[in-house]
């Protein structure tokens, strides 16, 4: 089992990784990244962008990650989840670089049905690596 598996292995849930504000900060990191590289390769230039915490929570009720978590959330708690899923995903080996690239950088959707579509497909994959 590689570090990064080991990291990952302690969370009992998923609401309770989605609650770590480790996850988030690393989420966050992949994300920005992920999203600079994309919107590199769209536009032909390069770029640091980074992703607004709007889209992303806009992405995460689009998604059905917000039905997953607690209510009384704010818009900043409930980007924290999406990255801390992202980075999760990521630590289990069940998603790349990459692919996060790669589904964010495609030009036929805006950022938020974009990043929608990337937390969705993580979250089934966790759910499915879940199952017995």
Known sequence: MKETSLIAS?????REALADKGL????DTMIN???S???????GY???ARVDNQVLAQAAR????????????DRHDI????EAVLALA???????????????????LDEIDSMARLISEVIRRLEKAAEP
């Open 10 to 14: 302690r969370f009992k849930n998923l």
């Open 24 to 27: 988030a900060q690393l989420g």
């Open 33 to 35: 990244f992920a999203f």
């Open 37 to 43: 590289v994309a919107k590199t390769a769209r536009t």
């Open 46 to 48: 390069p770029t640091g």
């Open 62 to 73: 689009q998604s059905g990650l917000r039905d997953i978590m607690r209510s009384r959330l």
């Open 79 to 82: 980007a924290d989840a999406a």
């Open 90 to 108: 990521w630590l289990r080996d069940l998603i790349s670089i990459e692919e996060l690239v790669a589904m964010l950088a495609d030009s036929q």
